[in-house]
DNA sequence: CTGAAAGCGCTTACAG
DNA sequence: CTGAAAGCGCTTACAG
């Protein structure tokens, strides 16, 4: 049963040529005379070959692999993500390995050094939460070209970076909010470990302090990326907060997602009580009644561009300026937000 | 700047032993005296070395690579399914390589052929709709391991089958709608060229003759697994078909979530008009307000039960009798059926 | 147009 | 306890 594969020596032997002739059939390089070129066709017909890629890469120093680590592969931003990513790089015949972290250090460290040891080409990478691990120095000392997505870490200066504009999109959705007349605005962030948690806070307190509003403490609140913690922390401020905010606004999908099953299972009414607004939206395809308003990335396009310079590394790694590229973001107006009810 | 990375030569001739000696400690084999393994640790230490998983796997003959291939992405069904995967083949030190086909036969046949190609160990397969390519010869050709998911192709068998009980589950959703009192009861199912959407429509059948309901063709309609699918042969019922059915049944999460958005477009208010029941659930993390009665499969369980039974295969390559895995199906009641309102 | 030799980085099988 | 030789499957660089 567990016959072996045909391996290119074999093929050589049944077209009677080198092994080198057959590697050049299959490769299409250097010059082969037809009739030679048949027979080598033949035997791998008959003989159902299939080139080793192991044993090429190994030749080639190269795989044509390079490897996508998410924090959250449960999160359809992430798989959108890995969409924009794979199509670019199949385009350029590189095979793309996705990975998940579950925001745990010790699990990127593990894949890192995984791929490394599969002679990755290159890697795109979500940092964890508090990413403060040694992976970022061994790459380098490795030379394993790579891009950091969504989130920076402060000593990350030898890396390009590919990431949403959280303080633009903290601000713009804060700012929407405070035209609709709404001054006392609670904000469910996620982590303060992680840049787009602390970013997007930023662009709410930019945007109150615009508008002549002294943040209050209490109504910005760190948690989890989670629905969990949206939840939570809603419950707790509906218990403990007086008077309760008129809007809340947060920081991803998730967390909206918990803290609209907060106020439903307490009976506020959104945005008769409480208007919502989050960054991040649900595809469509899981939500048959969009609702909330929301200030939305392209993942997609996120994944696209971390590719792009991915490969751009990787074929010309002479010209390779570390940058920090910074993609719009974009308000989508529903109707989870209306200005708040008169008292 | 690029320069190469450090092999088992290099930390040999640092550590002044031969690489063999190095290969024991890396790989902690055969007998080392602590000295010189104290050695060998500080030239791999000093030089970053990693071992190349290339050049093992070349030697070994065995990747300790498994590859799952699902038909949609997107559909946390999926994602599901591939952490189940993950985390049973991780406890074997297997990685997963996960790759996604949009239900398109080029891209299966495309990535079968690639991972062959890379020497992968084994493989878990979602077949695409009505698949009828040359894969599976090919896979039996060459000798590779692999279990088929989720859905059955007519000759195929030589393979393991891990799989949801999908007539059971069409029928007691069906049950479910006739026990409430629903005689008009229209199954949305997804391609008729996927044994789970002909499954699932057969247990619809089946209910029905139990209870003495002659089957309306009319009301039986396959389509694809997508939102669009479910919205649009919805809309079209709802504009053709007089007197409509009470209740509407559907063949996954997706195809749910268009028909309940067609009939909110339409006004129809579920369940009083029209009640709503679907196969798969959508996860609790992207749904604040659960709402369809549903069937359940255990995704994450599937995704084990396949991994289990490859890794089996894997490692004890003789005895595998080939079987067909029917998984449990769980009905679960929510506000979207209720009685049919009395005329 | 075709091929023999050497080597990619590692480990098996044998020796000592 | 340690090492020299050979080989996993392929391709580069050289020859003819």
Redesign the pocket.
């Known amino acids: 049963m567990s016959k072996?594969?045909?391996?290119?020596?074999?093929?050589?032997r049944r077209a009677?040529?080198?092994?080198?002739?057959?590697?050049?059939v299959?490769?299409n390089?250097?010059?082969?005379?037809?009739?030679?070129?048949q027979r080598v066709e033949a035997a791998i017909q008959e003989l159902n070959?299939?080139?080793?890629t192991?044993?090429?890469s190994?030749?080639?120093?190269k795989t044509n692999m390079v490897a996508l680590i998410v924090t959250d592969i449960t999160n359809p931003f992430w798989t959108t993500v890995a969409r924009g990513v794979e199509d670019v790089c199949n385009a350029h015949n590189v095979n793309v390995i996705f990975c998940n972290t579950d925001e745990q250090q010790q699990k990127l460290d593990n894949y890192v050094n995984l791929l490394m040891q599969r002679q990755i080409d290159g890697l795109i990478i979500v940092p964890t939460e508090g990413y403060a691990g040694e992976m970022l120095e061994n790459m380098l000392a490795n030379h394993v070209p790579s891009i950091i997505l969504d989130r920076i870490l402060p000593d990350w200066h030898h890396h390009t970076v590919v990431r949403g504009d959280s303080v633009t999109g903290g601000y713009i959705l804060t700012k929407h909010l405070l035209d609709l007349g709404h001054r006392r605005i609670m904000m469910l962030s996620g982590s303060s470990s992680v840049s787009t948690g602390l970013e997007r806070a930023e662009g709410y307190r930019r945007a109150l302090l615009e508008y002549g509003v002294t943040p209050d403490p209490a109504l910005l609140r760190f948690g989890k990326f989670t629905q969990q913690s949206g939840y939570d922390i809603t419950i707790e401020m509906l218990d403990r907060i007086h008077p309760r905010p008129t809007a809340i606004l947060t920081a991803n999908n998730f967390i909206a997602v918990g803290s609209q099953k907060a106020l439903d299972d307490r009976g506020v009414d959104i945005p008769g009580e409480i208007s919502l607004a989050t960054y991040d939206d649900l595809p469509a395809q899981l939500n048959p009644r969009p609702f909330l308003t929301t200030v939305i990335q392209d993942p997609y396009a996120m994944g696209q561009e971390a590719a792009q310079r991915l490969i751009t590394l990787l074929t010309d790694s002479s010209s390779h300026p570390i940058q920090d590229i910074v993609l719009p973001v974009r308000l989508i107006i529903r109707a989870s937000t209306a200005p708040p009810r008169q008292t």
């Open positions: 072996k594969r045909s391996t290119i020596r074999d093929v050589a009677k040529v080198a092994p080198i002739t057959v590697s050049r299959v490769n390089s250097g010059y082969i005379s037809t009739e030679t070129r070959y299939i080139p080793n192991l044993a090429q190994l030749r080639h120093q």
